[in-house]
């Protein structure tokens, strides 16, 4: 998801000890992360810790396993803010939190914080290669191979139209607040169809699995790693090939999305500062298949982040431990 700068609202995880400041964003744009801090927030003295929480599930099973392992093994006080990505950059460079666990790509953030302010520094990659494209259902994909390559996709416009989508096919996106390129490549592909905004994760999962449940054909925005491909199989349809810099102009996007490898990000005081909180999150990084293993611990089995934190940490402590050393 640009996803989420270039993408992906779930359940949210708690911070320990203290009511979560959930931020809402809106259809009309993201709450404003650099008027508000956390309350555990450069706390002098405390030992603490705020993370920023994406809103995909995938961001908080991160979230999860770190705070659970800060307070647990640490003994760190960890605070979570919920907040849109960009705003959640502006935050992170004003010290409102800490860290940010999972960015998807924001160059010109990146290009103003990290190369000419210099307040937030790269945390390195989380080991996780994130991808956003276009999906079908498997089973409308077997019945019809052909979907599958975009030339063919206003073939089966009409059987892809819903109430929402005014006469063209449907492309359902999630929430508006993520960072697609959608529009841009409907128009610029010259395809017969209207993107429908969902309005969250949350709401766009409801959907798909109601349009499964019924054998439905549906043409989705959606991305890579996410726990939904274990319960309702899609397969991607191929766009234009992409192309470093195809995507540089947003009107202009023709091009299919990156696979990009996911990073974090700490604010430059605490990378410097933070002891081993830093230092953990530093070497915080996991696999696609851990993070989908606590993701469906979360949104399918229906535990809270920390349970299913909980459960993680304690059937892989041979992969955190490390985490932990300095």
Not at 17 to 23: N, R, W, Y
Not at 40 to 66: D, E, R
Not at 156 to 166: D, F, K, N
Not at 218 to 240: A, D, G, S
Request: net charge neutral; with cysteine; proline share 5%.
């Amino acid at each position: 998801m640009n996803r989420r700068g270039r993408r992906r609202t779930t359940t949210t995880a708690t911070g320990a000890g203290a009511a979560l400041l959930l931020l809402l964003a809106t259809g009309c744009g993201a709450a404003d992360m650099t008027k508000q801090a956390s309350p555990f927030a450069n706390a002098q003295g405390a030992k603490t810790v705020t993370l920023s929480i994406q809103s995909w599930v995938g961001a908080q099973a991160n979230v999860a396993v770190a705070q659970y392992l800060l307070e647990h093994e640490l003994g760190y006080r960890v605070d979570t803010v919920q907040v849109d990505e960009v705003p959640a950059w502006d935050a992170l460079s004003q010290g409102r939190v800490d860290a940010l666990l999972e960015d998807w790509g924001h160059p010109e953030q990146e290009q103003r914080y990290v190369k000419d302010k210099k307040t937030i520094v790269d945390g390195g990659g989380l080991g996780v290669t994130g991808h956003i494209g276009w999906f079908v259902p498997t089973y409308f994909a077997k019945e019809h191979p052909d979907v599958t390559d975009w030339r063919n996709l206003d073939k089966y416009a009409s059987q892809l139209r819903t109430p929402e989508s005014g006469g063209k096919g449907q492309l359902l996106d999630g929430s508006p607040s993520y960072v697609t390129n959608d529009k841009a490549l409907v128009k610029n592909l010259d395809l017969d169809y209207q993107v429908v905004f969902a309005g969250s994760e949350a709401a766009q999962i409801t959907q798909i699995k109601r349009f499964a449940q019924q054998k439905k054909p549906f043409l989705t925005y959606w991305y890579m790693p996410q726990w939904l491909f274990e319960e309702v199989p899609m397969t991607e349809v191929k766009l234009p090939a992409y192309k470093e810099g195809c995507d540089a102009d947003p009107e202009k996007v023709a091009c299919a999305y990156p696979h990009t490898p996911l990073k974090k990000y700490l604010n430059a005081d605490f990378a410097r500062d933070g002891g081993r909180a830093a230092a953990f999150l530093k070497k915080f990084k996991w696999t696609t298949e851990d993070q989908n293993a606590v993701s469906l611990l979360i949104a399918d089995q229906k535990l809270t982040p920390q349970d299913a934190a909980e459960k993680w940490v304690k059937d892989n402590e041979s992969k955190w431990r490390s985490w932990l050393t300095s």
